[in-house]
């Protein structure tokens, strides 16, 4: 076997510029830039030379047969099919059962119903009466809030006296004048 020889290296700052000028994919002023550059290194003469052998074996495409494709068709679809298989191992461990397993669970559930409600007959009353409901600890309050909604409702009371004083004060001085003679206070 013959061992090719490595790319010459070509300055770094012209090796993109090279390919470029190699596919002609660079403008006038760029290619004109790059032959100056190659009329005086060796080095990125001797890259140029090597892309011209090496890029044209690289980008030839063969066109393979119909029953190349035929068959690459076939073992992707096996090793899928494979690698399924693999994927969910378990799977085939049930295969033998899948004919019986639907009818068997079916009657374990009935069997499970008439149980529960044979054996569960006489506690039928706790699913259909509700249970007392539980107030949550956030909920109840303790002793300072306690005493912060007593002051609340003294304050509340403590309105309610002053307008009934404030009535009262009222209806006494109505009647003070109704008594005075001459309605002169």
């Given at each position: 076997?013959k061992k090719?020889a490595?790319?010459?290296?070509?300055?770094r700052q012209?090796e993109?510029?090279?390919?470029?000028?190699?596919?002609?994919?660079?403008?006038?002023?760029?290619?004109?830039?790059?032959?100056?550059h190659?009329?005086?290194?060796?080095?990125c003469?001797?890259f140029?030379e090597?892309?011209?052998?090496?890029?044209?074996?690289?980008?030839?495409a063969?066109?393979?047969?119909?029953t190349f494709?035929?068959?690459?068709?076939?073992?992707?679809?096996?090793?899928?099919a494979e690698q399924?298989e693999?994927k969910?191992w378990?799977?085939?461990?049930f295969k033998p059962m899948?004919t019986?397993?639907?009818?068997?669970?079916g009657?374990?559930?009935?069997?499970?119903?008439?149980?529960?409600?044979?054996?569960?007959?006489?506690?039928?009353?706790l699913?259909?009466?509700?249970?007392?409901?539980?107030?949550?600890?956030?909920?109840?309050?303790?002793?300072?809030?306690?005493?912060?909604?007593?002051?609340?409702d003294?304050?509340?009371a403590?309105?309610?006296?002053?307008?009934?004083?404030?009535?009262?004060e009222?209806?006494?001085?109505?009647?003070?004048h109704?008594?005075?003679?001459?309605?002169?206070?």
């Open positions: 076997m090719s490595p790319l010459e290296t070509a300055c012209y993109e510029d090279l390919v470029l000028h190699y596919y002609g994919e660079n403008s006038d002023a760029e290619r004109r830039r790059v032959e100056e190659l009329a005086t290194c060796d080095c003469r001797r140029l090597d892309l011209h052998g090496l890029l044209p074996q690289m980008a030839d063969k066109e393979m047969p119909q494709w035929d068959s690459y068709y076939r073992e992707t679809v096996a090793k899928l399924e693999r969910y378990w799977r085939s461990l899948r019986w397993m639907v009818p068997a669970f009657t374990a559930a009935v069997a499970v119903l008439i149980v529960g409600l044979v054996f569960g007959k006489g506690n039928l009353r699913f259909v009466e509700p249970r007392p409901e539980r107030i949550p600890q956030e909920i109840l309050a303790d002793e300072k809030q306690l005493e912060f909604f007593e002051s609340m003294m304050l509340e403590l309105g309610k006296l002053e307008n009934q004083d404030d009535q009262t009222a209806l006494n001085s109505d009647s003070k109704a008594a005075l003679p001459g309605g002169v206070a």
